[in-house]
Nanobody, 119 residues
């Protein structure tokens, strides 16, 4: 029932920018947090950025100063603005949304969007 629809991936040259978006729908439970992970070929999935319902943010050291996560509460949408992109940013990016339940929470993941940065 819950759906997360990602968009915004693509191919850019080093130094360029992309903005990813992820819209969540289908749940009546409140959102605790939203975030983005990425996975490059041959590497483990890593957390890139996260934002809580209150607006607190966290970033991986590798993207601090270059990426910005934001959200639109009315649209249940999370964004990732990626500037000064590097070839090492090339990966499939997955959004996630965490919904609150009474004693626990539910995590949902988007289908992933490819980001490729050429040198």
């Amino acid at each position: 029932q819950v759906q997360l629809v990602e968009s915004g991936g693509g191919l850019v040259q080093a130094g360029g920018s992309l903005r990813l978006s992820c819209a969540a729908s289908g749940s009546s439970n409140p959102i605790i947090a939203m975030g983005w992970d990425r996975q490059a070929p041959g590497k483990q999935r890593e957390s890139v950025a996260a934002i809580t319902s209150g607006g607190n943010t966290n970033y991986a050291d590798s993207v601090k100063g270059r990426f910005t996560i934001s959200k639109d509460n009315a649209k249940n949408t999370v964004y990732l603005q990626m500037n000064s992109l590097k070839p090492e940013d090339t990966a499939v990016y997955y959004c996630n949304v965490r919904f609150r339940r009474i004693l626990t929470y539910d995590d949902y993941w988007g289908q992933g969007t490819q980001v490729t940065v050429s040198s």
